[in-house]
């Protein structure tokens, strides 16, 4: 089984930064992407950025420039770098894992982990 751990939400003023990380457990053959989520409240949830295996990476337009997404393929883990965030960027973050093997004759799978909530406001 594999579980998604994210971490490094927070409270946070407009104009600051900060960092959340998603570390992937358990035993994966290989993966396509990985990437980060976000939805906030009654609206629905959306595509921040992802990165493949292979490192190419899209963002969505509300975060170009401001955030940076990036992987460690070795520990499996996924990392966005969030710059001059903005009161829009409240919500609970979502780190995704889509088209994972856990063996080489495995289905591809994707997982979810519980969310972080990231909190800009003064």
């Known amino acids: 089984q594999v579980q998604l751990v994210e971490s490094g939400g927070g409270l946070v003023q407009p104009g600051g930064s900060l960092r959340l990380s998603c570390a992937a457990s358990g035993s994966i053959y290989s993966f396509n992407a990985m990437g980060w989520y976000r939805q906030a409240p009654g609206k629905e949830r959306e595509l921040v950025a992802i990165?493949?295996?292979?490192?190419?990476?899209n963002y969505a337009d509300s975060v170009k420039d401001r955030f940076t997404i990036s992987i460690d393929n070795a520990k499996i883990t996924v990392y966005l770098q969030m710059n001059s965030l903005k009161p829009e960027d409240t919500a609970v973050y979502y780190c995704?894992?889509?088209?994972?093997?856990?063996?080489?004759?495995?289905?591809?799978?994707?997982?979810w982990g519980q969310g972080t909530q990231v909190t800009v406001s003064s």
């Open positions: 995704n894992a889509d088209g994972v093997r856990l063996r080489w004759s495995s289905p591809r799978s994707a997982y």
């Open positions: 990165i493949t295996s292979g490192g190419g990476t």
